[in-house]
């Protein structure tokens, strides 16, 4: 399996921003995805996940109601949607899969990870 995430960038607080993580190899629809961060000198941070036909998301309270985690399991993909976006929110953003249809907000719990996409919020 290979996730590659894309879609990052510079932008000044409030605006919005999509990431987009496009997995390959022997991926399933069924297979929960999630997407974490991590800012300079910190641990990497659960952000969203969302479970394997789409029905369920779930969010960490730092994003909750500005961000939106969705799939589209024919095109294999899987997206992040930022909006009213913070300096707070300046990291990498990962994305990764998990082999199991339930999401999951622990990073030990995901199987697969992708390379990254930095996201720079200036004030």
């Known amino acids: 399996v290979q996730l590659q995430a894309s879609g990052g960038g510079l932008v000044q607080a409030g605006d919005s921003l999509r990431l987009s993580c496009a997995a390959s190899?022997?991926?399933?629809?069924?297979?929960?995805m999630g997407w974490f961060r991590q800012a300079p000198g910190k641990e990497r941070e659960f952000v969203a996940s969302i479970n394997g036909n789409g029905g369920s998301r779930y969010y960490g309270d730092s994003v909750k109601g500005r961000f939106t985690i969705s799939r589209d399991n024919a095109k294999k993909m899987v997206y992040l949607q930022m909006n009213s976006l913070k300096p707070e929110d300046t990291a990498v953003y990962y994305c990764?899969?998990?082999?199991?249809?339930?999401?999951?907000?622990?990073?030990?719990?995901?199987?697969?990870w992708g390379q990254g996409t930095q996201v720079t919020v200036s004030s």
């Open positions: 990764a899969l998990r082999l199991s249809g339930f999401y999951a907000t622990r990073r030990d719990e995901y199987n697969y």
């Open positions: 190899g022997r991926t399933s629809s069924s297979y929960a």
